[in-house]
């Protein structure tokens, strides 16, 4: 039988991190040794009373359909954290949770964007913002980010690059791949243009609590953004949940109500037991997300510190999320045949910077979530095998 499948979904990709994971568990099941660096998943268990509180709802059988956008406990206590968290005021009517913070970045997108709107989108950036865009039929117009900020937004290119079929920017504070994290007078830029030509901000700040030089403030504590402002947030990065699959997104009503249609034509509901996983979160003791950070700065810092005693390696030191996105551009060699080289020759699985877009070109993804003990090894046969190159 010949195949035949919709337009739509034929530009699709596996994602970087995904991909280099496969090859990396193929050769693990070949006996290799990998130090895996690739994915962006915290390396320490859920804490025990929010996997507690998680179970004990399973017990209690907690496990039937719920309201498409999420319990109301559950709504009222992301409007309360993520409000006072931002310093806003937010309504539980303003909530939408779901399988992941995906799915508030995909219906987003499916609610604003008509086929030929143009979206802006950071590049480097994480991946499935183009996919995401391409499906709704829209427009991805990347903007690079400015290295002398620390990978931000460059203004200027931004500025050029907003025109009166701009639907959407996309944010990413702090950001994955680089650490970047926006100041507000750069929010405040973005604010002005998005305003001019009225259109719409997606703040994905799914590492909002994962900033270890000062705070990563949100676009949408701007006057005039709240009513055009999508916050996207989760569970996976700050509290360990990846495999949870929880997370939410913050709106205006209005649109709220769009995005719990879209829930119920789509994944129907998020499972009650890992809701109740996520009031318990919220709620609960937040020790455990203080001590996390605490390593992963102490693992930042250490591992940028290694990288830059590599000749021929740059790494700014960035203040948010977990990733560093060293300068490799001395090797002269593409980024991806750099990260190929690692996998195969030095057992160290890690992303190519173009896996994020063109101008990732010349850097490497590295997660440091994971032990300093890998991190020191990784780094060390890093080291080796850059020297032979």
């Known amino acids: 039988m010949k195949y035949r499948f919709a337009e739509r979904v034929r530009p699709l990709c596996q994602e970087g991190a995904y991909a280099v994971l496969a090859r990396a568990k193929t050769l693990e099941a070949e006996g290799r040794d990998i130090i895996h660096l690739e994915i962006g998943q915290p390396d320490f268990p859920t804490p025990p009373f929010i996997a507690h509180a998680g179970a004990e709802a399973i017990n209690k059988g907690r496990t039937n359909y719920t309201s498409p956008a999420g319990t109301r406990e559950l709504r009222a206590a992301i409007a309360e954290s993520a409000g006072a968290q931002r310093g806003i005021t937010i309504s539980p009517d303003q909530v939408i949770v779901g399988p992941g913070a995906k799915p508030a970045l995909f219906y987003t997108v499916m609610a604003l964007v008509e086929p030929g709107d143009q979206v802006i989108i950071p590049d480097p950036g994480f991946p499935s913002y183009e996919a995401i865009v391409r499906l709704?039929?829209?427009?991805?117009?990347?903007?690079?980010?400015?290295?002398?900020?620390?990978?931000?937004?460059?203004?200027?290119?931004?500025?050029?690059?907003?025109?009166?079929?701009?639907?959407?920017?996309?944010?990413?504070?702090?950001?994955?791949?680089?650490?970047?994290?926006a100041p507000i007078s750069l929010l405040e830029k973005i604010a002005e243009l998005v305003k001019s030509v009225d259109g719409w901000i997606i703040s994905d700040e799914i590492y909002s609590k994962l900033?270890?030089?000062?705070?990563?403030?949100?676009?949408?504590?701007?006057?005039?953004?709240?009513?055009?402002?999508?916050?996207?947030?989760?569970?996976?990065?700050?509290?360990?949940?990846?495999?949870?699959?929880?997370?939410?997104?913050?709106?205006?009503?209005?649109?709220?109500?769009?995005?719990?249609?879209?829930?119920?034509?789509?994944?129907?509901?998020?499972?009650e037991f890992t809701q109740a996983a996520g009031i318990s979160a919220l709620l609960g003791d937040q020790s455990a997300v203080a001590a996390m950070r605490d390593s992963f700065r102490k693992r930042r810092d250490l591992t940028a510190a290694a990288l830059n005693s590599i000749p021929g390696v740059k790494c700014a030191l960035p203040p948010g999320a977990f990733y560093l996105f060293p300068d490799v551009s001395s090797f002269r060699l593409k980024s991806r045949k750099i990260a190929d080289y690692?996998?195969?020759?030095?057992?160290v699985a890690l992303l190519a910077g173009s896996d994020f877009g063109k101008s990732g070109e010349g850097f490497l993804r590295i997660s440091y979530a994971t032990s300093l003990e890998h991190l020191q090894e990784a780094i060390e046969r890093m080291r080796a095998a850059l020297a032979r190159l």
């Not at 990978?151 to 994955?176: C, G, H, K, Q, W």
């Not at 949940?241 to 769009?258: C, F, K, N, Q, S």
């Not at 690692?342 to 057992?347: F, K, P, Q, R, T």
Request: glycine fraction near 12%.
């Open 136 to 181: 709704a039929g829209g427009l991805p117009v990347p903007v690079k980010l400015d290295k002398n900020g620390l990978y931000n937004f460059d203004p200027d290119d931004l500025e050029a690059s907003i025109n009166s079929r701009t639907r959407l920017v996309i944010l990413n504070s702090p950001s994955n791949p680089t650490g970047g994290v």
């Open 211 to 271: 900033v270890y030089d000062g705070d990563a403030p949100s676009i949408a504590v701007i006057p005039g953004m709240t009513e055009r402002t999508v916050i996207v947030d989760g569970f996976s990065k700050t509290y360990a949940m990846t495999g949870w699959r929880l997370g939410y997104g913050i709106m205006p009503a209005v649109l709220a109500e769009r995005m719990e249609l879209l829930l119920t034509h789509s994944v129907g509901c998020t499972a």
């Open 342 to 347: 690692l996998l195969s020759e030095a057992g």
